[in-house]
């Protein structure tokens, strides 16, 4: 098993710019989340979902877009980059509740 | 609103002290709470907690939960370099989520 893989590891955008954080799962694991994490901060999460076709606000949405047409993959998409994106972004999962989550390796972006 | 305070945020020690570290929280109905480790990378499973009063060790490492002060502690005893980390705490809510506090950065020195 893989585990939660993410892609890029790191990217610099130019503010306006557009792209997709890629987030992949191979544990059959329902629920998949997507946080941010500012320098000297913990995580705070952007979107979340319980399942395929399910995707729900957390407490930092606004500027982002979620979808999850599988159950493996929970791609988080950035329209328009701003400086205040730059972060790391962490993408979890797990099985029937939030308590045991499984978290990727991140992915390190910086707006300029 | 639903939130969690860690204290201290930084801490400085040397090797062979004993930290305690705090975690307090205004959450109205949680499932459990959690503490995790983050050593430059993804955060790491610590412990979960879900009944007041019960200690969890793992080695140097203890942690415990007061639901009725609201508050949980995380112990390790002679520290060494290798804790060197932001210890995260977080309560796993009702709905589905969890919510983090903002970390303690330890710091361990020889």
């Known amino acids: 098993n893989a585990g939660v893989t993410q892609t890029p590891k790191f990217r610099i955008l130019k503010i306006g710019q557009s792209m997709t954080l890629q987030c992949t799962q191979d544990m059959n694991h329902n629920y998949m989340y997507w946080y941010r994490q500012d320098p000297g901060m913990g995580l705070k999460l952007i979107y979340y979902s319980v399942g395929a076709g399910i995707t729900d606000k957390g407490e930092v949405p606004n500027g982002y877009n979620v979808s999850r047409s599988t159950t493996e993959d929970f791609p988080l998409r950035l329209e328009l980059a701003a400086p205040s994106q730059t972060s790391v972004y962490f993408c979890a999962s797990s099985y029937g509740g939030p308590e045991t989550q499984y978290f990727g390796p991140g992915t390190r972006l910086l707006v300029l | 609103e639903d939130k969690v305070v860690q204290s201290p945020l930084s801490l400085v020690v040397h090797e062979g002290d004993t930290v305690t570290l705090n975690c307090s929280y205004e959450v109205t109905n949680f499932r459990s709470l959690l503490w995790y480790k983050q050593e430059k990378k993804a955060p790491t499973f610590l412990f979960m907690l879900t009944s007041s009063g019960i200690e969890k060790k793992s080695g140097r490492l203890s942690s415990i939960l007061d639901k009725k002060e609201l508050f949980s502690i995380l112990n390790i005893t002679a520290t060494q370099t290798g804790d060197s980390a932001v210890y995260l705490c977080?309560?796993?809510?009702?709905?589905?989520?969890?919510?983090f506090g903002q970390g303690t950065t330890l710091q361990v020195k020889p």
């Open positions: 977080a309560l796993s809510s009702n709905t589905g989520k969890l919510i």
